[in-house]
């Protein structure tokens, strides 16, 4: 008794260990196409999971390649465990030495397989949920500088791969440790012939609004040869010229609504906002014509982390360790305010520029004159608008341990109206572990209105570097090429 099976699989990973009856079985962990663990087989239409222990790993792994056809026979059948199920499949094949393997002759070069993956427009709905993975169909377009990170106090690497796909909203892969050395290399080869890639059970991260990830059980299949794949391919070759705007204009870089503002976004009031929330959609007004503040920090032109440096003076950086001017950026405090309460925030870059109607450039020369910034004009129109926000926590807070947050998206809205005016974009700045914290509440009608407490006497400081920016906007992705010089 045999069967016929196209076998799909991508580049092995390192074997792992698990624990089973307290017993220790070493299980071969490949890539799959379809795949949950180990190898998966495709039968008359059908999916079966296939499994190889302990000393048969070396022996039987070497035969089954990736993307071939064979006729397997005398493989044992076994149901699989409830806890180790994975999406539809209940049964798996044991791969032993004494299963016969035979590779058959593809008969086509396209394999007569069908997918379904997730849309990019619909990945927010999977964000930083750990009980969910998405399947994703994108053409690589670019790839972005490796780096060695610390997680989870281990040392790890990580590169992260621009994704589009025929909706033309670009999305970052992250790729990790051992993925780096078999897909990510394999993609970086390819790169300048657009490859295309199936990404099995990633994750969905909130980094610029809306990203991926590997983790332990993802899968990645770059150019595999099945129809999706090859449709996707025609269609980036034809498109050439969007793709290369797409990567000079680096927009993948910068928070992007599109992605991550769900139809009907749902709000919190603030003073049901906790800080255990990792990001928070919000419906506020902006206010910070009390806060006496600066208004900008010199910083890292590469990184935008805050330093002691003067204006254009070449120094490294002693967080990114690259060579760089130091040039100004725009960051300063506001309250927001609803119905029900008041926290503080903190606003960057050029989403802070645009609020401000002055660039970081134009506050430090005002500051340098030692003459304020004419914002009368702007307090008195914040005062009749209304803004959708995404706020976030973070790790500083204030003199009286209130939590305060970042702001990495805000839209002008009409107060009254259901739909959502896209026009600001923000970077994100870099997430941080949160406490819990209250919320200021506002006082009764016809009381005046507490300010929260951000509001900072900064006269005494303006002369020390400004490590309380760094801190806020850690991992910043900013570009320098609004920054000007001056005359």
Request: glycine share 2%; hydrophobic share 40%; aromatic share 10%.
């Amino acid at each position: 008794m045999y069967a016929e099976v196209s076998m799909f699989l991508a580049p092995l990973f390192p074997a792992f260990v698990i624990m089973i009856r307290e017993a220790i079985v070493v299980l071969l962990c490949v890539a799959l196409l379809l795949a949950d663990k180990d190898f998966l087989f495709k039968v008359k239409g059908s999916r079966v999971e296939g499994i190889i222990f302990n000393d048969d790993i070396p022996r039987m792994s070497q035969i089954l390649q990736v993307y071939k056809k064979y006729r397997i026979s005398n493989a044992e059948v076994r149901p699989i465990p409830p806890k180790f199920q994975t999406s539809e499949l209940t049964v798996q094949w044991v791969i032993s030495t004494r299963t016969v393997i035979e590779e058959i002759p593809a008969d086509d070069e396209v394999m007569p397989v069908k997918l379904s993956y997730s849309k990019f427009t619909d990945l927010v709905q999977y964000m930083d949920d750990k009980t969910k993975s998405v399947d994703v169909l994108g053409v690589v377009i670019s790839a972005l500088e490796r780096k060695t990170v610390i997680k989870n106090s281990k040392q790890s690497d990580v590169q992260k791969f621009v994704l589009l796909n025929e909706e033309s909203q670009p999305v970052l892969l992250s790729l990790w440790d051992s993925f780096l050395a078999n897909e990510g290399q394999e993609m970086v080869s390819k790169l300048h012939t657009y490859p295309v890639i199936i990404a099995r059970r990633v994750k969905v991260n909130n980094y610029n609004g809306v990203a991926l990830g590997t983790w332990f059980d993802s899968a990645i299949l770059v150019d595999p040869p099945i129809q999706e794949a090859r449709e996707l391919k025609n269609w980036a070759l034809r498109n050439t010229k969007l793709i290369k705007d797409i990567v000079e204009k680096k927009d993948y870089i910068k928070y992007n609504p599109q992605l991550s503002l769900k139809s009907g976004q749902k709000t919190t009031l603030i003073c049901n906002i906790t800080s255990s929330q990792k990001t928070i959609w919000v419906k506020a007004h902006f206010s910070f014509e009390h806060i006496f503040q600066k208004y900008w920090y010199m910083s890292c032109k590469n990184c935008c982390r805050a330093t002691a440096a003067d204006y254009e003076v070449e120094f490294t950086c002693n967080s990114c360790k690259e060579k760089h001017p130091a040039v100004p950026r725009c960051r300063f405090d506001v309250d927001l305010t609803d119905s029900t309460g008041v926290i503080p925030a903190s606003v960057f870059g050029e989403l802070a520029e645009n609020l401000l109607t002055f660039s970081a450039l134009e506050a430090m020369q005002h500051f340098n004159e030692n003459v304020e910034l004419p914002l009368e004009f702007v307090h008195k129109e914040l005062e009749s608008k209304t803004f959708l926000l995404h706020i976030k926590p973070v790790q500083t807070q204030l003199a009286d341990s209130r939590q305060r947050y970042t702001i990495i998206y805000y839209s002008e809205i009409d107060d009254d109206a259901d739909s959502v005016q896209l026009t600001n974009e923000a970077r994100d700045d870099s997430p941080f572990p949160s406490k819990e914290s209250e919320t200021v509440q506002l006082k009764a009608p016809g009381e005046n209105a507490p300010r929260s407490k951000v509001c900072v006497q900064l006269s005494q400081r303006f002369d020390e570097p400004q490590n309380t920016e760094a801190n806020e906007d850690e991992n910043a992705e900013c570009s320098s090429s609004k920054k000007q010089r001056i005359n």
